[in-house]
Protein backbone atom coordinates (compact mmCIF):
# COMPACT_ATOMS: atom_id res chain seq x y z
CA UNK A 1 0.00 0.00 0.00
CA UNK A 2 0.87 3.39 -0.97
CA UNK A 3 0.69 5.03 2.56
CA UNK A 4 2.86 2.66 4.04
CA UNK A 5 5.75 4.54 1.71
CA UNK A 6 4.55 7.68 3.19
CA UNK A 7 4.52 8.21 7.01
CA UNK A 8 4.08 11.50 7.30
CA UNK A 9 1.94 12.43 4.70
CA UNK A 10 -0.72 10.02 5.57
CA UNK A 11 -0.49 11.74 9.09
CA UNK A 12 -0.64 15.09 7.55
CA UNK A 13 -3.60 14.12 5.39
CA UNK A 14 -5.26 12.65 9.10
CA UNK A 15 -4.85 15.81 11.08
CA UNK A 16 -5.79 17.92 8.00
CA UNK A 17 -9.07 15.98 8.16
CA UNK A 18 -9.23 16.26 12.27
CA UNK A 19 -8.41 19.89 12.23
CA UNK A 20 -11.17 20.29 9.80
CA UNK A 21 -13.94 18.45 12.07
CA UNK A 22 -12.46 20.37 15.15
CA UNK A 23 -11.19 23.36 14.05
CA UNK A 24 -14.13 25.28 16.36
CA UNK A 25 -13.84 23.46 19.91
CA UNK A 26 -9.85 23.71 19.62
CA UNK A 27 -9.62 27.72 18.51
CA UNK A 28 -10.97 28.17 21.64
CA UNK A 29 -8.07 26.80 23.41
CA UNK A 30 -5.38 28.39 21.47
CA UNK A 31 -3.83 29.92 24.35
CA UNK A 32 -3.55 26.35 26.17
CA UNK A 33 -2.35 25.09 23.09
CA UNK A 34 0.35 27.69 22.54
CA UNK A 35 1.60 27.79 25.59
CA UNK A 36 2.46 23.85 25.23
CA UNK A 37 4.16 24.30 22.11
CA UNK A 38 7.37 25.55 23.84
CA UNK A 39 8.12 22.30 25.74
CA UNK A 40 7.03 20.00 22.61
CA UNK A 41 9.60 22.28 20.60
CA UNK A 42 12.71 21.36 22.97
CA UNK A 43 11.45 17.70 23.69
CA UNK A 44 11.45 17.69 19.59
CA UNK A 45 15.43 18.85 20.09
CA UNK A 46 16.91 17.57 23.11
CA UNK A 47 14.93 13.71 22.44
CA UNK A 48 17.00 12.36 18.93
CA UNK A 49 19.95 14.06 20.81
CA UNK A 50 19.57 11.88 24.06
CA UNK A 51 18.38 8.61 22.07
CA UNK A 52 21.67 8.70 19.69
CA UNK A 53 23.70 8.89 23.10
CA UNK A 54 21.95 6.15 24.20
CA UNK A 55 22.80 4.59 20.85
CA UNK A 56 26.37 5.24 20.53
CA UNK A 57 26.52 4.18 24.63
CA UNK A 58 25.08 0.69 23.10
CA UNK A 59 27.64 0.84 20.51
CA UNK A 60 24.68 0.38 17.43
CA UNK A 61 25.79 0.83 14.23
CA UNK A 62 24.75 4.05 12.07
CA UNK A 63 21.03 2.29 11.31
CA UNK A 64 20.69 1.29 14.71
CA UNK A 65 21.39 5.16 15.73
CA UNK A 66 19.33 6.80 13.39
CA UNK A 67 16.22 4.35 14.09
CA UNK A 68 16.48 4.77 17.95
CA UNK A 69 17.14 8.49 17.74
CA UNK A 70 14.28 8.74 15.45
CA UNK A 71 12.01 6.72 17.80
CA UNK A 72 13.21 8.83 20.77
CA UNK A 73 12.00 11.50 19.32
CA UNK A 74 8.26 10.70 17.63
CA UNK A 75 5.30 9.54 19.34
CA UNK A 76 1.99 9.33 17.62
CA UNK A 77 -0.49 11.57 19.54
CA UNK A 78 -2.84 11.29 17.04
CA UNK A 79 -3.25 7.34 18.83
CA UNK A 80 -4.36 8.95 21.94
CA UNK A 81 -6.90 11.99 20.34
CA UNK A 82 -9.86 9.90 20.87
CA UNK A 83 -8.95 9.90 24.17
CA UNK A 84 -8.53 13.39 24.69
CA UNK A 85 -11.89 13.97 23.37
CA UNK A 86 -13.18 11.69 26.17
CA UNK A 87 -11.68 13.27 28.90
CA UNK A 88 -14.70 14.92 30.99
CA UNK A 89 -14.64 18.35 30.80
CA UNK A 90 -11.04 18.08 28.59
CA UNK A 91 -12.68 19.51 25.02
CA UNK A 92 -11.68 22.16 24.33
CA UNK A 93 -8.37 21.95 26.36
CA UNK A 94 -6.96 18.68 25.88
CA UNK A 95 -7.18 17.80 22.35
CA UNK A 96 -6.15 21.15 21.47
CA UNK A 97 -2.78 20.39 23.14
CA UNK A 98 -2.76 17.12 21.48
CA UNK A 99 -3.26 18.39 18.07
CA UNK A 100 -0.82 21.11 18.73
CA UNK A 101 2.24 18.49 19.80
CA UNK A 102 1.34 16.06 16.76
CA UNK A 103 1.45 19.43 14.54
CA UNK A 104 5.13 20.20 16.13
CA UNK A 105 5.62 16.16 15.71
CA UNK A 106 4.88 16.32 11.84
CA UNK A 107 6.72 18.72 11.07
CA UNK A 108 10.08 17.67 13.27
CA UNK A 109 10.01 14.29 11.57
CA UNK A 110 10.17 16.38 8.65
CA UNK A 111 13.33 17.61 9.74
CA UNK A 112 14.80 14.63 11.26
CA UNK A 113 14.87 12.64 7.81
CA UNK A 114 17.81 14.87 7.02
CA UNK A 115 19.41 15.91 10.77
CA UNK A 116 19.69 12.90 12.13
CA UNK A 117 21.77 11.29 8.96
CA UNK A 118 23.99 13.97 9.91
CA UNK A 119 23.68 13.61 13.92
CA UNK A 120 24.38 9.45 13.30
CA UNK A 121 28.05 10.92 11.68
CA UNK A 122 28.87 13.58 13.80
CA UNK A 123 31.52 12.88 16.19
CA UNK A 124 30.47 14.61 19.44
CA UNK A 125 33.67 13.45 22.07
Do not use: C, H, K
Not at 72 to 82: F, G, Q
Amino acid sequence: MALGLLPVPATALVLFLVLAAVMPQIEQAAGAALTAAPIYLAYAVVAPVFGWLVARTGRLDVGGMRAVAFSAATRNSLVILPLAFAVPGGVPLVPAVVVTQTMIELISELVYVRWIPRLSTARLG
